[in-house]
């Protein structure tokens, strides 16, 4: 298995595969909360078979050219994770995303592990337009997608349908030739 390094303190990025579905739930569960703030995974991932069954899903987006999932650890322990929810490659589309549980937050390491992810996309896979969905509301994500260079493209009013309650999403975006400018400015 690889592990890329996120920084000089041990964390490092990872895929996720349904052989760590306990591991993945204990630290679902960990963070339920707080990830549950703006993300339905804790309403997904309950037990250890909803765990196993959320990896696998996203075993079949990997092995379908559809989808990706990386776990960030930090000292050997899982605490968040960077995905493709969706990639179109024939389209040349893929849409990120993002997690972390309290104990990682405010370190950086989902701006680095989307980097990671992004740059993957863009430059092995061919991707053009590279999404980020996000609850209007989760300033944290809204700060990752500024720094990684995003545009914000606009706002869906009232189009997330979450805990009984209609949220508005904002969608971001960073173009290939956009990605590989910033990446030469840095």
């Known amino acids: 298995m690889y592990a890329i390094s996120l920084d000089d303190d041990g964390a490092e990025l990872r895929p996720l595969e349904p052989w760590q579905a306990e591991e993945f739930l204990t ?9 549950g703030q703006h993300n339905a995974l804790p309403d997904v991932v309950t037990d250890l ?6 990896l696998q899903a996203y075993a079949e987006k990997a ?11 930090t000292d ?14 024939e389209q040349g589309t893929a849409e990120a995303g993002c997690w972390l549980e309290p104990s990682a937050v405010g370190k950086g390491l989902v701006t680095r592990a989307a980097r990671v992810i992004i740059d993957w996309a863009v430059e092995e896979r ?7 969905w996000v609850s209007a509301a989760n300033e944290a ?5 500024r720094r990684l260079g995003m545009t914000k493209d606009g706002v869906l009013r009232e189009s997330y349908l979450y805990r009984g309650k209609r949220h508005d999403e904002e969608v971001w975006s960073v173009l290939a030739p956009e990605w590989r400018a910033g990446k030469r400015a840095s």
Do not use: N, P, T
Not at 28 to 34: Q, S, T, W
Not at 126 to 132: D, F, Q
């Open 27 to 35: 630290h679902v569960d960990r963070g339920r909360e707080f990830i």
């Open 49 to 54: 078979e909803s765990s196993r069954a959320f």
């Open 63 to 73: 092995a379908a050219d559809a989808g990706r999932l990386c776990g960030i650890w």
């Open 76 to 89: 050997g322990k899982l605490v968040g994770a960077v995905l493709f929810r969706r990639m179109d490659v």
């Open 126 to 132: 061919g991707i053009h337009r590279v999404e980020w």
């Open 141 to 145: 994500s809204i700060a990752v997608a």
